[in-house]
């Protein structure tokens, strides 16, 4: 099958921590021997780099100078609670690019399917193609797309239009899920939480040496946090 696979967050150099899980997502589709074209905005951090199949990245630009670019790769919200003035501004040239690139893509690509990860901004521009080239869409939630849609009328209208045009929705918590189908997705929802590489994480530590390396007193509690602590 050949898929295309929309994000507004992909990993723009070897290392970046912009979204690394979308990457492995495309990996892991390719590894089940589907074509992957990955469509991602473009930002000044992108390196030079060389595609190679079965996964094709497409970036494409939406304003100018290039360095004034803040769409995607988590540039567009303020500390994940709110989004900076110049992203209203930016939006519709995004969308614009984004719709353009995508039935660029898929009709050049004779695309098979859309897989497109969150629903805000990208679900309108996916929806759209869907509709126009008749290809099923999938859409996976973040939880910044979620949180955005709550937070003004016209954005959740726009998330509800484009669940209506998707034949499967998933989230990766079901709280997320939760507050999608709050939001207007449908019921089916799925929660599909990503998953793990056992071999790569386990424990390899118990409390005595924890407390040994850090200088740690025996009474003191110990508290880990995996991820960003917003709201």
């Not at 386990?202 to 924890?210: M, S």
């Amino acid at each position: 099958m050949h898929i295309t696979l929309l994000t507004s967050t992909y990993p723009r150099f070897s290392g970046d921590g912009a979204a690394p899980f979308v990457q492995s997502i495309a990996e892991g589709l390719a590894k089940l021997g589907h074509q992957i074209d990955v469509i991602a905005p473009d930002d000044i951090l992108v390196a030079p780099y060389e595609n190679s199949a079965p996964i094709t990245v497409h970036r494409f630009r939406y304003f100018w100078p290039r360095r004034w670019q803040i769409m995607g790769h988590a540039r567009a919200l303020a500390g994940d609670t709110r989004l900076r003035p110049a992203t209203y501004l930016q939006l519709p040239f995004f969308l614009l690019a984004e719709l353009i690139t995508l039935l660029r893509v898929t009709k050049i690509q004779n695309s098979d399917f859309i897989y497109v990860h969150w629903v805000l901004p990208n679900g309108p521009a996916a929806a759209l193609a869907a509709r126009i080239r008749r290809i099923p869409l999938a859409i996976s939630l973040h939880g910044s797309d979620i949180y955005v849609a709550n937070k003004r009328r016209i954005f959740g209208a726009v998330a509800r239009w484009s669940f209506r045009q998707a034949r499967c929705v998933t989230a990766c918590s079901p709280e997320l899920r939760d507050a999608a189908r709050k939001l207007g997705a449908p019921d089916e929802t799925r929660l599909m939480a990503w998953g793990v590489d056992p071999e790569r994480f386990h424990p390899q530590a118990v409390r005595a040496d924890l407390r040994s390396k850090f200088n740690l007193p025996a009474e003191t509690q110990i508290i880990a946090a995996l991820g960003r602590l917003v709201p």
